[in-house]
């Protein structure tokens, strides 16, 4: 029964470790698609007319 309770408290370790790799990387892509909705708002800004058509 012990190593049964061992193990999930291992298997709960290792999940909680993936989540906070995952919760890193996920606020890494919010930062880069913050950027590149920063570039394509400032693009749109500077177009003409006859450049957006």
Same mark, same amino acid.
Do not use: P
């Given at each position: 029964?012990?190593?049964?309770? /061992? /193990?999930?408290?291992?298997?709960?370790?290792?999940?909680?470790?993936?989540?906070?790799?995952?919760?890193?990387?996920?606020?890494?892509?919010?930062?880069?698609?913050? /950027?590149?909705?920063?570039?394509?708002?400032?693009?749109?800004?500077?177009?003409?007319?006859?450049?957006?058509?």
């Amino acid at each position: 029964m012990k190593d049964n309770v /061992g /193990g999930k408290i291992k298997d709960v370790e290792r999940l909680s470790n993936e989540l906070t790799s995952m919760r890193k990387e996920l606020d890494d892509v919010k930062e880069v698609l913050k /950027g590149l909705i920063q570039v394509i708002m400032s693009r749109e800004e500077g177009m003409d007319e006859d450049e957006y058509n």
